[in-house]
């Protein structure tokens, strides 16, 4: 399930092994993961793909990596979610989407 928090954001939150009836859901893959309290669970993430220029693509990503290095609180994506299915439709550096983000860069 995704669940808003407090500053507008959606993030994970309860997981279910069943298609729920109501509510904002992802579906994916959960796998055991060994952990103290025993609730603990590793969620793959489906979000392995962001469309852009591929003449970009590369100064993109090293720039993701950058940031997620130095401020990952920073990095955010906004994303459609319909019936468990998730694309991303922009990917956001210090508040600034990637494109602009990159051609800022001196």
Same mark, same amino acid.
Do not use: H
């Given at each position: 399930? &995704?669940?808003? /928090?407090?500053?507008?954001? *959606?993030?994970? !939150?309860? *997981? +279910? ?5 109501? !509510? &904002?859901? *992802?579906?994916?893959?959960? #796998? ?14 489906? +979000? /392995?793909?962001?469309? #852009?220029? $591929?003449? %970009?693509?590369?100064? %993109?990503?090293?720039?993701?990596? %950058?940031?997620? =290095?130095? %401020? ?5 994506? =906004?994303?459609? *979610? &319909?019936?468990? #299915?998730?694309?991303? $439709? ?14 800022? =860069?001196?």
């Amino acid at each position: 399930m &995704l669940e808003p /928090d407090a500053d507008g954001f *959606v993030r994970w !939150g309860e *997981v +279910l092994y069943e298609q729920p009836s109501q !509510g &904002l859901y *992802v579906k994916t893959q959960a #796998m055991p993961y060994w952990s103290e309290d025993g609730e603990t669970v590793y969620v793959e993430q489906p +979000l /392995d793909r962001f469309y #852009m220029n $591929e003449y %970009a693509a590369r100064e %993109a990503a090293a720039a993701y990596n %950058a940031q997620i =290095r130095e %401020a990952p609180e920073d990095c955010y994506i =906004r994303a459609r *979610v &319909l019936e468990g #299915m998730i694309q991303v $439709e922009e990917l956001y550096l210090d508040g600034i989407p990637i494109r602009e983000f990159i051609r800022a =860069r001196p």
